[in-house]
């Protein structure tokens, strides 16, 4: 065996932690709520993260401390959410803990800002009556309107209805409508998480037309889509692909313009 | 990068292995001083020789690896406070000499080898001694010091020449040891087999959280079921959890061991990159620090270093003539479960001959190894249910996850063992949480074709509780599954007895794990006969 000190110098995590690459703040207008999504690279392709600190604050000039400590995160990636329904500006830093313990500088880490949208003003609760193309026992509709998160909507499982199945919401009279938030059920079963949906808007309940489509994960986080349908009457959502096979939802709510 | 994970050194169990320090600078960056020195290829003059450490650093025990006949690795990791918040177990973020002797001896007078490796924080001082120049076929004794301190005596023993034809091999092979569904009394019983060897086929560690005050054994630190662990200090302080059990210590420290991982060890039901938690790429870096942990708590040569998010685990290794294991990676390089995963019917994508479950890299390189194979007895050890499994009753309704899911993966292998004529094929795995002995068919819709080999499927060491011997489910799979000879439900390991004659397989089982001190019986005991495919119960 040899004795190498000139590589001790070399090994890698004997030297600083340098800070991490192309931080990014990116935040979408929500109805109701809002969040910034931070992203960024690993300080050098070589070295093995421990997690990343992420900072931020409502100042510019922060400084790192349990005040403007917001999370650790795994993984380069960091959703700052429940933000609003006011506007905020946002500034951040993220610092990464490799594998040694190193730690990387405060002072030399990147810092971006954001400034999320206003949220949306919900359209009442009561107004809404809720009817779907299939539902259990115990498990109607008009569960996703009660404003209880226990409670469900829950498409029939005896004999199990085969997918699309929708949840149509009829505010009553016209209205502009922006935004829709789709709480999936709370109680740790994945079944009828909605994932691939559409969203359709009508003034008569019969013609509809698609006002937006896409995928949400197939978690049970609240789930948001935002669109225009001016003048609408009703609003439907289809559940093209669920937990299962299924359709379920525990809140459904629909949001219009902010008051002026 | 030449030389460091040439397949050469991979693909043969016969080449030599002892790392040189040319092949390991040529990988640049990638910790390969750490590597150096927590093999003990190279020394330091700045590691600390006589440190001042809070407490004993051994509380995680020592464990020993991938023998060879004239070389075996030694494990053990510096952690005075083993679950210490950092995931650094209480050390100083310096790096630390640690000598180790290898003896012929308990009492260490008459010692073989001698050396030191260097602990780095970035190792969480982890080390991973590659002792050669010791003799084959042959018991050592080995420890480690730190400063004053002494671990415990581990005994490990070196395989016989490739060449020499043993008339007797004993092992063993476990999975699936979650800590919060039971204690760890098979490996207590274990410890008192006469074994050459210990195989882990995955589960080493389960990664979620707290399941909640109903288990037998609770999980430090707060949390529910969904607080998934995933940075580098969790599965760090995860694995040094797990280490603190004196039965798991003492399986460790009895034999040397051969471990593989399955998907808990990182992700439940993880396929490569892909976990519907997270997209690929933040999945990645998931992946780099389960496997980074996963390597500083297993006896793992320098060749399954990981490397950012990849690490080289499937291997072979032979027992002279008599057996040759071809140990594979299942989880790393698979496709992503078809259909949506977990049990379906009338999945297409299932037979997608594309899609693989090894990977076209690793089938290559097992059946050319089959191929070449002068052993009497050739061995799959891999993690999930290779035969068919019909459900429920219902011919088509199949394990997305296993075999089953990938069929053409195992067609490709049972056409493979065929014909290119491999002597004795027999496969091993774990994953289920049941025991099941079961024919290799040449096609398994059809019964009466002919039986090429046969699998053992070990039960697990205490995922998901005490079991039952023989539920109902288990009387209708067997007949949904004529190829299937025996199902148990209870806890335990599989230990095998193999001659030039015969391979002999006891499954043995305890009747609870929700306490600790339940006894092991031998629920069944199957034989295969040289030459004679199919197995018999005794």
Redo the contacts between chains.
């Keep these: 065996?040899?004795?190498?000190?000139d590589?001790?110098g070399?090994?890698?995590?004997r030297r600083p932690l340098g800070p991490v690459r192309d931080l990014r703040a990116t935040t979408e207008p929500a109805p109701d709520l809002q969040s910034v999504e931070l992203d960024w690279g690993?300080p050098?392709?070589?070295?093995?993260?421990?997690?990343y600190t992420i900072y931020g604050s409502r100042r510019p000039d922060f400084a790192p401390g349990t005040a403007s400590l917001l999370a650790?995160s795994?993984?380069?990636?960091y959703r700052h959410s429940e933000l609003g329904p006011d506007p905020e500006t946002w500034y951040y830093r993220v610092v990464a803990v490799?594998?040694?313990?190193k730690v990387g500088s405060f002072k030399r880490a990147p810092q971006v800002a954001a400034t999320t949208a206003a949220g949306l003003r919900r359209i009442p609760r009561e107004r809404l009556r809720a009817t779907a193309t299939s539902q259990h026992v115990g498990y109607e509709a008009a569960r996703a309107l009660d404003g209880d998160p226990a409670t469900i909507w829950h498409s029939e499982w005896q004999p199990p209805a085969p997918l699309p199945q929708s949840i149509t919401i009829d505010l009553g009279a016209n209205a502009d409508v922006e935004g829709l938030t789709y709480l999936p059920r709370q109680d740790?079963n994945q079944n009828g998480i909605i994932t691939e949906h559409a969203i359709y808007a009508s003034d008569d309940d019969r013609a509809y037309i698609r006002v937006t489509a896409g995928n949400w994960?197939?978690?049970a986080t609240t789930k948001s889509a935002m669109f225009s349908a001016p003048g609408t009457r009703y609003v439907r959502l289809e559940a093209i692909e669920g937990g299962g096979g299924y359709a379920a939802g525990a809140e459904i709510n629909l949001f219009g313009p902010a008051a002026d | 990068m030449n030389g460091f994970l040439d397949t050469e050194d991979m693909s043969s169990a016969k080449a030599p292995l002892k790392p040189s320090r040319r092949q390991f600078v040529g990988i640049g960056g990638v910790s390969a001083v750490s590597v150096l020195l927590g093999t003990g290829a190279i020394t330091t003059n700045t590691a600390v020789a006589q440190p001042t450490l809070p407490d004993n650093p051994f509380k995680l025990g020592v464990a020993s690896g991938d023998p060879r006949p004239d070389s075996v690795v030694l494990w053990t990791r510096l952690a005075p406070e083993p679950l210490a918040e950092d995931g650094h177990g209480g050390m100083h973020l310096v790096p630390i000499e640690v000598r180790y002797e290898v003896s012929a001896d308990e009492r260490f007078r008459r010692v073989a080898r001698r050396g030191s490796v260097v602990a780095t924080p970035e190792l969480a001082h982890s080390v991973h001694a590659e002792v050669f120049g010791l003799e084959p076929g042959r018991e050592y004794f080995y420890r480690f010091r730190v400063g004053r301190e002494v671990s415990p005596t581990g005994r490990t023993k070196t395989s016989p020449l490739p060449t020499a034809s043993p008339s007797s091999f004993s092992f063993a092979f476990a999975s699936c040891q979650d800590w919060q569904t039971g204690y760890y009394t098979a490996y207590r019983h274990l410890v008192e087999e006469d074994l050459d060897l210990v195989i882990h086929l995955g589960d080493y560690i389960y990664e979620a959280g707290s399941y909640g005050p109903s288990y037998p054994r609770p999980q430090p630190g707060p949390g529910t079921q969904r607080d998934v662990i995933r940075a580098l200090y969790e599965y760090r302080n995860r694995h040094a959890q797990y280490k603190t059990d004196e039965d798991l210590q003492a399986a460790h420290a009895a034999f040397p061991w051969v471990a593989v991982l399955d998907d808990h060890d990182v992700r439940d039901n993880f396929a490569d990159a892909h976990h519907w938690e997270l997209p690929p790429d933040l999945f990645r870096e998931q992946r780099t620090s389960a496997f980074r942990a996963y390597y500083e708590h297993l006896p793992l040569r320098h060749t399954s270093i990981p490397r950012g998010p990849d690490m080289r685990l499937y291997r072979r290794l032979r027992h002279g003539s008599l057996v040759e294991f071809n140990v594979l990676d299942t989880r790393q390089y698979r496709d992503d479960q078809a259909c949506g995963d977990g049990r379906q019917i009338d999945c297409d994508a299932r037979l997608d001959p594309d899609r693989s479950i090894l990977g076209p890299t690793q089938e290559r390189w097992l059946l050319d190894g089959l191929t070449a194979s002068d052993t009497t007895w050739n061995v799959l050890a891999q993690q999930v249910f290779f035969s068919r499994w019909a459900f429920d009753g219902n011919a088509e309704l199949r394990s997305m996850d296993a075999w089953d899911g990938y069929e053409p993966s195992r067609e490709r292998i049972l056409s493979g063992l065929t014909q290119r004529s491999v002597s004795n094929p027999v496969v091993i795995s774990g994953d289920i949480h049941v025991n099941v002995a079961a024919d290799i068919k040449a096609n398994f819709d059809d019964p009466d074709s002919e039986t090429i080999g046969s699998e053992f499927a070990g039960t697990a060491i205490s995922s998901v509780g005490d079991g039952t011997d023989f539920p109902a489910w288990a009387a209708r799979d067997l007949e949904t599954n004529p190829h299937f000879k025996f199902i148990n439900s209870q806890r335990g390991y599989v230990r095998c007895s193999v001659s030039p004659q015969q391979w002999r397989a006891d499954y043995r089982v305890v009747p609870y794990v929700s306490e600790p001190g339940a006894p092991i019986t031998t629920r069944s005991s199957f034989t295969i006969e040289n030459g004679r495919p199919g197995m018999e119960k005794t």
Excluded at chain 1, 10 to 13: F, G
Excluded at chain 1, 98 to 101: E, I, L, M, S, Y
């Design positions: 065996m040899s004795s190498n000190s590589l001790d070399a090994s890698l995590y690993p050098q392709p070589d070295r093995v993260i421990d997690y650790r795994p993984v380069s990636f490799d594998a040694a313990r740790g994960a197939g978690d």
